[in-house]
């Protein structure tokens, strides 16, 4: 045991998760040598906190070990709620014909996605009075009784939602498309191929200050080149 100041917090809260994910695709064989295979996906994940509320008192162990009645400091109430979602479509071309000494092989096909995410956050501090019933000054923090016999104010009756850094929404698209060849043989089998991206990035975000910046974006391709060779030893 140790003397000092010792801090409560007491929190309550409600939260509920959850995650969806839906994908519909295909394959067609338009022909011996050709075929087209295709996706659809869309997937979601959230969570929802309607109200954390956390209760904060406090007292104090003398150095004798006696421990002083305990006083009310304050309340927080949290709103929560953030969501992800993604949408991505692919779609790939293929086509194989047998030649002499191998098989050709030659693919193409590309990628759309869309990701998006949010996330909302505010909070209030409900704080002791600093005037009693008759209107004059309390001397120091209330003694801590219970819940439903405790006196405060809303600190900050307009929350947090206007300039807050846990408020924000960023997004993401992807577009991207690729072609490859190969050629396979008996002892040995080659190939190579090229694949683009392009990505488009935006966000968007309550800061603490107007005059701090508040959104942005960001575009950027890359290029993603590969050959190969393989030759069977055995």
């Known amino acids: 045991p140790g003397t000092g100041q010792v801090f409560n917090n007491d929190q309550s809260f ?7 994910n839906s994908k519909l695709s295909g394959q067609h064989v338009l022909s011996p040598n050709f075929q087209i295979d295709w996706a659809g996906v869309y997937s979601t994940a959230g969570r929802k906190v309607p109200d954390l509320a956390t209760l904060t008192t406090d007292f104090l162990i003398n150095p004798d ?3 002083t009645a305990t006083y009310f400091d304050g ?16 779609l790939n071309l293929k086509y194989h014909k047998k030649m002499s000494g191998g098989v050709l ?26 005037t009693n019933g008759s209107g004059g000054s309390t001397s120091g923090k209330p003694v801590w009784t219970n819940i439903y016999d405790a006196q405060w104010s809303v600190f900050n009756s307009a929350g ?17 498309e690729y072609a ?13 191929g090229l694949r683009v991206e392009n990505t488009n990035t935006n966000w968007d975000i309550r800061v603490h200050s107007p005059t701090a910046p508040s959104s942005g974006g960001q575009i950027y391709q ?10 069977d030893l055995n």
């Open 14 to 20: 409600i939260q509920h998760e959850y995650i969806e």
């Open 65 to 67: 070990f006696s421990q």
């Open 75 to 90: 309340i927080t109430r949290q709103w929560l709620h953030n969501e992800d979602k993604d949408y991505t479509g692919l």
């Open 105 to 130: 092989e030659l693919k193409a096909g590309g990628l759309c996605r869309t990701k998006s995410r949010f996330n909302s956050e505010d909070d209030y501090d409900l704080k002791p009075p600093t």
């Open 160 to 176: 947090t939602n206007v300039y807050n850094p846990n408020n924000y929404h960023a997004t993401e698209i992807v577009f991207a």
């Open 180 to 192: 490859m060849i190969n050629f396979k043989s008996i002892k040995w089998e080659t190939g190579g």
């Open 222 to 231: 890359d290029f993603l080149p590969s050959v190969f060779f393989k030759y």
